[in-house]
């Protein structure tokens, strides 16, 4: 178990590995955004150029996607490490990195017969 003081480190390092990978994106990509995109200080560039470059940097794929209500396109990516970034896609837009991470552990599968919502 962690003490206050572990946990409280523990957090910041997670919080400055996300900061840096960003910005580490942003640089990296240097395409621009959309004014949306920007106004929302969001990372954003071609869908391929992202994934190209987590693969290439992180060694992050696509474990788990889905499309949002308003039809973006959302995805978790993840490394064996245990590094992880979540991104989206809006239809016919740039891909944006919302948050990333590290810890990353798959949970069990489990079958629902009829998902609640």
Same mark, same amino acid.
Request: glycine share 10%; with cysteine; aromatic share 4%.
């Given at each position: 178990?962690?003490?206050?003081? &572990? ?14 990978? /960003?910005?580490? !994106? *942003?640089?990296?990509? /240097?395409? %621009?955004?959309?004014?949306? *995109?920007?106004?929302?200080?969001? *990372?954003?560039? @071609? ?7 987590? @693969?290439? #940097?992180?060694? &992050?794929? %696509? ?5 949002? /209500?308003?039809?973006?396109? =959302?995805?978790?990516? @993840? ?11 809006? %239809?016919?837009? +740039?891909?944006? !990195? =919302?948050?990333? $991470?590290? $810890?990353?552990?798959? /949970?069990?599968? #489990?079958?629902? &017969?009829? +998902? &609640?919502?």
């Amino acid at each position: 178990m962690l003490t206050q003081s &572990e946990g409280r480190r523990s957090q910041w390092t997670t919080v400055g590995i996300t900061a840096v990978k /960003a910005a580490a !994106l *942003a640089l990296t990509l /240097a395409v %621009p955004a959309t004014t949306s *995109a920007v106004a929302q200080g969001l *990372a954003c560039a @071609a869908r391929d150029i992202v994934l190209g470059h987590l @693969a290439t #940097r992180y060694g &992050e794929h %696509p474990i788990s996607l889905g499309v949002t /209500a308003t039809g973006s396109l =959302l995805e978790v990516l @993840a490394s064996p490490d245990g590094s992880w970034t979540i991104i989206i896609t809006r %239809p016919g837009g +740039p891909t944006c !990195l =919302l948050i990333s $991470g590290d $810890g990353w552990r798959d /949970a069990p599968a #489990r079958h629902v &017969e009829k +998902p &609640e919502v």
